[in-house]
């Protein structure tokens, strides 16, 4: 079994800072990429920012210069930085994880954490 708990989400000021983690456990044999996505009720999902395990990283344009992505490969966690947060950053985040779990079988798939409520005051 293959879980992601996601943690750090809550209520903050317009201005100010929050630290989202996800952690994958279970028997995962690589990551490839491990992303943040966001969604407001009514809306899709969106992608707010990926990182490979290389260290690639990719946000949207609507979080960008504000978010940060990074991941700790050895303890298979990622973490979204994010300073300057705006009211319109109010959403539910998902972690993301595109899993290999197997040297035999290397085809990777997504998984899903339970989301995490952040909601921005103005």
């Known amino acids: 079994q293959v879980h992601l708990v996601e943690s750090g989400g809550g209520l903050v000021q317009a201005g100010g800072s929050l630290r989202l983690s996800c952690a994958a456990s279970?028997?995962?044999?690589?990551?490839?990429?491990m992303s943040w996505y966001r969604q407001v009720p009514g809306k899709q999902r969106e992608l707010a920012a990926t990182?490979?395990?290389?260290?690639?990283?990719n946000y949207a344009d609507s979080v960008k210069g504000r978010f940060t992505i990074s991941r700790d490969n050895a303890k298979n966690t990622v973490a979204l930085q994010m300073n300057s947060l705006k009211p319109e950053d109010t959403a539910v985040y998902y972690c993301?994880?595109?899993?290999?779990?197997?040297?035999?079988?290397?085809?990777?798939?997504?998984?899903w954490g339970q989301g995490t409520q952040v909601t921005v005051s103005s």
């Open positions: 279970g028997s995962i044999f690589s990551i490839p990429t």
């Open positions: 993301k994880a595109a899993l290999v779990l197997s040297p035999r079988h290397m085809v990777a798939y997504d998984y």
């Open positions: 990182i490979t395990s290389g260290g690639i990283t």
